[in-house]
């Protein structure tokens, strides 16, 4: 008698489990599919929260304006849910640090991080919901790279005319090539300056004993002119002489041996050395246009549903 009992508690319990999962309350609606994945209107006031929190003066709209944002809304949904489908075909993907970088970016706008956290929780978001968002803007953007610089084929006699066009977007001021070390004590400095004076490889010697971040980097800081770095960067370095050595000089940061690699006068930067900043620059305004076009070809082939009549309701 108890075994029967129990199997049939048993059967209710997995009828009403199913009964559960079944239900319409458990499930959020269908909004819209792309080639048979779903968007739910769940995925869709979500969405139109991060809208509107990204495009403030927007909260509150009613009749006409509000369902052209909702409109907007939809589409961005389908061409993320487009786009993501290419780059899981692609194999882009974005790695947990840089989602956790672009997150970090993002709530530095806010003096406090439960600022941040309150604004989440005020358009119904959640820190996850937050972070997936991001991680799909990260994708695409990779992707958006990806297929810009596959669709824009940028030749060298174009690089050269846009040079000759735009000379004087590559006009320089006197400018230096410098590497630093920088320590926390003089003691310390004198005794890395009579290491460097007796041979030792500047740039070892930075990445073992230099508090910069650009000890990474060997102490490398690139090229700078005037007006750039701190005044006692400038006082040092545009004196030096090619490969000197400075004497160890004290500012606000720590003690300081600087060393000059290059120098050049001001003027116009050669083709050359410019190059391929042109070609990054040209690539990245020829390919946006690409790739929209890349897109829309997509989209004409993608197998699209709107539930319009269930937007319009929500309305």
Request: hydrophobic fraction near 35%.
């Amino acid at each position: 008698m108890l075994a029967r009992r129990d199997s049939m508690n048993l059967k209710l319990l997995i009828l009403l489990l199913l009964v559960a999962s079944c239900s319409p309350k458990s499930r959020s609606p269908v909004l819209a599919t792309v080639n048979g994945d779903s968007i739910t209107l769940q995925e869709f006031q979500k969405a139109l929260g991060m809208e509107e929190w990204k495009f403030g003066s927007e909260i509150g709209l009613t009749g006409e304006r509000l369902k052209q944002l909702k409109t907007k809304v939809v589409e961005s949904l389908l061409k993320d849910r487009i786009l993501l489908e290419e780059a899981r075909a692609k194999g882009v993907k974005v790695t947990e640090f840089e989602v956790k970088e672009s997150l970090d970016h993002f709530k530095k706008a806010y003096p406090k991080e439960e600022d941040f956290n309150k604004l989440l929780e005020a358009k119904g978001l959640t820190l996850k919901d937050f972070e997936e968002h991001r991680k799909r803007e990260l994708t695409i953007k990779k992707l958006m790279d990806i297929v810009g610089k596959e669709q824009a084929s940028i030749s060298d006699e174009e690089i050269k005319s846009y040079y000759d066009t735009h000379s004087q977007e590559f006009q320089h001021p006197q400018q230096v090539h410098a590497r630093q070390i920088v320590t926390d004590s003089k003691e310390k400095a004198d005794s890395i300056h009579n290491m460097l004076v007796g041979g030792a490889s500047f740039e070892e010697v930075a990445r073992k004993y230099s508090l910069s971040p650009d000890r990474k980097q060997g102490g490398d800081l690139g090229w700078f002119g005037k007006g750039i770095m701190p005044q006692e960067f400038e006082q040092i370095c545009f004196h030096l002489k090619i490969n000197e050595l400075s004497p160890v000089v004290k500012t606000p940061y720590g003690f300081h041996i600087f060393q000059v690699l290059e120098m050049r006068e001001a003027g116009q930067s050669a083709f050359d050395e410019v190059r391929e900043e042109i070609r990054e620059r040209m690539v990245g305004t020829k390919g946006r246009g690409l790739f929209q076009s890349w897109y829309e070809g997509l989209r004409a082939k993608a197998k699209i549903e709107v539930r319009t009549e269930l937007l319009e309701e929500k309305l």
